[in-house]
C-alpha cells in the first residue's frame, strides 16, 4: 500500500473512532438526564421506574390537596381519570396550582408507588395544557 494512502486511511480511521467514542461519552453522561413522562395509567401499571427521574401529568384530584400545618409539605393525588397516583411536595406550589387543574410533576416514584416531587409544574393559562398530559388524558377518556 502506498505510504500516502495508509496515511489517509489512518486519518480516516482516527476521526469515525474519535466520533464514535465522543457520541458514546455524550451518551453516557446524558443518560442521567433523561426525565421520560408516564401518565399515572402507566405508573399504577408498574411501567414507570422506581428511584429514577420521570415526570407525571394529570389533573389534581378535587378534594385530595393536604397541606401539613408545620411545614410546606403538601399532599395529593394526580389522576388521568383510570389510575390515581399519590405526590408529595415540599416547597411553595406555582400560584395557578389547584385542585382540578392540569398538573405536570418532576421528581421519583418510590417502591410504595408514592410520587416525591422536587418540582410542580401548573399550566399558565385556562387554555394551555402540557402536550403529554392532553394525550394521556385523551387515551384515558377517547369521549372527551
Do not use: C
Request: no cysteine; proline share 6%.
Amino acid at each position: 500500500m502506498h505510504p500516502l494512502r495508509r496515511q489517509r486511511l489512518f486519518i480516516v480511521l482516527f476521526i469515525v473512532i474519535a466520533t464514535g467514542l465522543a457520541a458514546a461519552l455524550m451518551g453516557y453522561a446524558l443518560r442521567e438526564n433523561i426525565n421520560l413522562f408516564y401518565p399515572p395509567s402507566d405508573i399504577v401499571a408498574g411501567k414507570a421506574p422506581v428511584g429514577r427521574d420521570i415526570r407525571a401529568g394529570g389533573m389534581v384530584l378535587e378534594g385530595s390537596v393536604k397541606r401539613a400545618t408545620d411545614s410546606l409539605q403538601v399532599s395529593f393525588i394526580v389522576t388521568d381519570y383510570q389510575a390515581n397516583v399519590p405526590v408529595t411536595y415540599t416547597g411553595i406550589l406555582p400560584d395557578l396550582f389547584s385542585e382540578g387543574e392540569g398538573v405536570v410533576v418532576s421528581g421519583q416514584l418510590d417502591s410504595k408507588g408514592l410520587f416525591h416531587a422536587e418540582q410542580v409544574l401548573a399550566k399558565h393559562d385556562e387554555k394551555y395544557m402540557p402536550p403529554e398530559v392532553s394525550e394521556a388524558l385523551k387515551k384515558a377518556n377517547p369521549e372527551t
